[in-house]
């Protein structure tokens, strides 16, 4: 059984501003007082891990120990089958310097080439870790096809050239009420919920 999370400053181990402003809105119902990494004045770790659970458990633990709270972390990127994986874990490094992520989607429509395999998953690892070592991590998924060129202007990163399985519209498409049921973070949060928050 996961450790219980017993409300409080909870770090949000990010210096990404949408990305913290959307865990803590998933998060402020369970008596979360969220604190992003970057307002706290925490330096961001070397993430070196060789999986999104390793670099999710790697900026976790660096906020945690650094401001002595409980911190949560976030890591996760696109998976392609045809292209073994990647970018996967550098799926933002894919984008460069400018965070240019119509250059990362050509990239990966390059990479693809004539290959008839389009399948792709996207991942999302999440690590709740504790200034006292102690960790929990969970893992969430969405599986699709990757289309071209790409659709919708809504969501970020390569959301535009993802169809999830079952449905018409791109993640760039879709409402985002729509797309933060069925996401891979959505997946993992649910996870996080019911094994830290929900009593």
Excluded: Q
């Amino acid at each position: 059984m996961a450790r219980r999370f017993e409300g409080g400053r909870l770090i949000v181990a990010s210096h990404n501003p949408g990305k913290v402003a959307e865990i803590a809105e998933l998060l402020r119902p369970f008596g979360a007082d969220t604190l992003s990494a970057g307002e706290a004045g925490l330096p961001e770790p070397v993430e070196d891990g060789d999986s999104f659970a390793a670099n999710a458990i790697i900026k976790a633990r660096a906020a945690a120990n650094a401001a002595g709270k409980p911190a949560l972390a976030d890591d996760s990127g696109l998976a392609v089958t045809a292209l073994n994986g990647r970018p996967g874990i550098h799926s933002a490094r894919w984008a460069g310097p400018e965070k240019d992520f119509r250059a990362a989607m050509a990239r990966v429509e390059r990479a693809l080439g004539d290959s008839s395999d389009r399948t792709a998953r996207f991942v999302c690892a999440l690590t709740l870790a504790w200034p006292d070592g102690g960790l929990a991590a969970f893992e969430g998924t969405v599986d699709g096809v990757l289309i071209w060129p790409p659709r919708g202007a809504r969501g970020f990163g390569y959301d535009p050239m993802f169809l999830p399985d079952g449905e018409i519209e791109t993640f760039g498409e879709m409402d985002p009420a729509r797309k933060s049921a069925i996401s891979h973070r959505a997946v993992a949060f649910n996870r996080l919920v019911d094994g830290c928050f929900e009593p």
